[in-house]
């Protein structure tokens, strides 16, 4: 404890600056103190160099208040799921639907869109989630094998996860272990040319695990002009990780 001086910081520590939530974080690679927006978490983190200028960072939070509240309001807030409500999965719009029975996904069938139902109760988001990471699994493995075959490579086993910080992640196979892709299974709700970029990226780094020049090269080669489907991530990808969250 500090006997004299102003309070002491950690790394991880949170502050309220004027009601925005404030993350701080020691990294090495900074040169100076600095703000940057987590869209991810809803937040922003105050960055400092050493531990030692942690106090500094909180201190620049405060003077940067307006700014702050400004970032925040751009993120959008967390979406409940709810019956009568529209998403989309690969493009194809999906009506939830509130029904007793197991939780599936009907098929969209004639004029009438495919549908996602399940039980009127306080577990409907966890549910419809549950059907929705089924059907990410299944429709971002069939890209997946599809990129695979067009690189004449392996296809490895898929999964995937909530991360926040990716939309995919790839291990490609080494001396020590087998290949891998993990995607994040919020890519089902974005347009499908942006779930099928994600596959073809990680799907590169089977072949080239950097980000090179000749990786990128590879990544044009399978999908062309990519730089529109990372736009959208980069515009859009906080409002899918915000639904379906609770407030």
């Not at 997946?144 to 939309?167: E, I, Q």
């Not at 919020?186 to 942006?194: K, N, S």
Request: charged share 25%.
């Amino acid at each position: 404890m500090k006997l004299f001086g102003g309070p002491s910081f950690n790394h991880g520590d949170r502050l309220v600056v004027d009601g925005a939530p404030v993350r701080l974080a020691v990294n090495p690679r900074a040169r100076r103190v600095s703000l940057r927006l987590d869209r991810a978490k809803r937040e922003v983190v105050a960055v400092a160099p050493t531990p030692r200028r942690l106090a500094e960072a909180a201190a620049f939070a405060h003077e940067r208040s307006g700014w702050i509240a400004e970032r925040i309001a751009e993120v959008p807030a967390p979406t409940p799921l709810w019956p009568g409500m529209s998403i989309t999965l690969f493009g194809e719009p999906v009506l939830l639907e509130a029904a007793p029975g197991r939780p599936k996904l009907i098929p969209a069938d004639g004029d009438h869109p495919a549908r996602i139902i399940a039980p009127p109760d306080a577990a409907f988001t966890t549910r419809v989630l549950r059907v929705v990471k089924r059907e990410a699994l299944r429709g971002l493995s069939e890209r997946t094998a599809h990129y695979c075959a067009r690189l004449n490579t392996a296809l490895p086993p898929v999964s995937v996860m909530d991360a926040r910080g990716r939309w995919g992640s790839c291990k490609p196979a080494s001396n020590r272990n087998t290949a891998s892709i993990r995607y994040s299974w919020r890519l089902a709700l974005a347009p499908e040319a942006v779930a099928d970029y994600v596959a073809a990226h990680e799907c590169c780094h089977l072949l080239e695990a950097n980000h090179g020049p000749r990786f990128w090269a590879l990544v044009e080669r399978m999908v062309g002009n990519h730089r529109p489907q990372r736009a959208w991530l980069k515009a859009k990808g906080a409002g899918l990780h915000a639904l379906g969250r609770e407030s």
